[in-house]
Every structure is written in structure tokens, then in C-alpha cells.
């Protein structure tokens, strides 16, 4: 009789405790807002100038996923991220690639940080890495 009622009792704490370690988890995530002037590239998708929000899907990874959409919902993009140690930045940071009138998505930077999220860089960016690039930096909040 006592085992009937010890296998209910453990499914409950156990579905009491995975739900608070999701909502914990979903809590920390890690965002940035932005409006960006100019249509961008990030991997292989182009997305055009607007407002966007950039969220680090998986904070506690060495790989962490970073999701690129706009407000509006109708441009989005997923990109694998590397870990570049720098200096902890008091605001949050994102760094563009211009070559020309192309504008390439390279890292992001959340406020309080001191590692940057580098984006691998493209076919088309390897190729015209020869020639001369400046970076645009913007800074949310």
C-alpha cells in the first residue's frame, strides 16, 4: 500500500522540481534590442534595416545559439556562436563588418560581460576579407 503511494509523490516533486529549473533557466536568458540603420547580413540570411532583438538561446553552453528577429516577427535568423574574451562592457554591444555597402553581422556583446558572441564568418566574407573593412558598432541601453 505504501508504494502506491510513494510513486505518485515522487512524480510530483519530480515535475515540481524540472519546472522550476525551466522557468529558472528561461528567466536568465540573455537579450539585446537594437534598432539597426542598414539591411545586414547574418550566415547566409539578409535582413533588412529595423528593430530587432537579439537573444542568447542557450546561456550556460561554450556554443551558445544567438536568435536574431525583428520586432515585427517577419525577419529572423539563428546563428552558432563562439566565445572571443574581451573587457566587461558597461552597455550592450553589437559589431557589424562593412565592406562597401554590405553590412556583415560579427559579434555581440551583453552589458555586464566580458565575453563577446562571434558569428563564423561567411564564404562571401572570407572572400572579400583581403579588402578593406571598417566596423560599425552600436550600443543598446
Known sequence: M???FYIPLAV??????????????GSSSQRIVATIPFTFTVGKTSLPAG????????????????QIRSNNGRSNAMILTSDVIGEVS??????????????YFA??????????LAA?????????IATARKKIVITAG
Do not use: M
Not at 558597461?90 to 553590412?103: A, H, I, M, T
Not at 559579434?107 to 563577446?116: F, K, N, R
Not at 563564423?120 to 572579400?128: A, D, G, V, W
Open 2 to 4: 505504501k508504494k502506491y
Open 12 to 25: 510530483v516533486i519530480l515535475v515540481g522540481v524540472l519546472a522550476t529549473n525551466a522557468q529558472a533557466q
Open 51 to 66: 528593430k530587432y532583438t537579439f537573444t542568447v538561446l542557450n546561456p550556460t553552453s561554450d556554443r551558445r545559439i544567438l
Open 90 to 103: 558597461d552597455n550592450s554591444k553589437l559589431v557589424f563588418e562593412c565592406d562597401g555597402d554590405r553590412y
Open 107 to 116: 559579434q555581440a556583446q551583453i552589458a555586464g560581460d566580458s565575453t563577446s
Open 120 to 128: 563564423p564568418r561567411s564564404k562571401i566574407e572570407k572572400q572579400s
